[in-house]
Every structure is written in C-alpha cells, then in structure tokens.
C-alpha cells in the first residue's frame, strides 16, 4: 500500500499527471477508494457464484 500514489495510479491507468488527484484529495481517500472498489468487485464476484 505504501507504494500506491496518485502518481502510480495515474501511470497504470495511462493518464496524464494529476488526473487522480482530483478526487480524490489525499492519498488516505486514494486508498480507502481503492479498498471499498475492491470489496464492490468482490461482493459482486461472490453474487454471481450463488
């Protein structure tokens, strides 16, 4: 987690520099957007097991 920033970020998803910072602001809301996507795509993942 250490190594996410918003600068990775933009790199890994082919924008241009600052893109992410928008929104959002600071690298703890980065994160915690990055963990509340991954459980959406996990929840989704096990709903369409059942």
């Given amino acids: 987690m250490r190594a996410l920033t918003h600068c990775v970020v ?3 998803a082919g924008m241009p ?3 992410t910072s928008a929104y959002p602001h600071t690298r703890k809301a980065l994160l915690t957007a990055v963990v509340r996507r991954i459980v959406e795509l996990d929840q989704a993942e096990l709903e369409s097991q059942v």
């Fill in 10 to 12: 933009d790199g890994a």
């Fill in 17 to 19: 520099p600052g893109t």
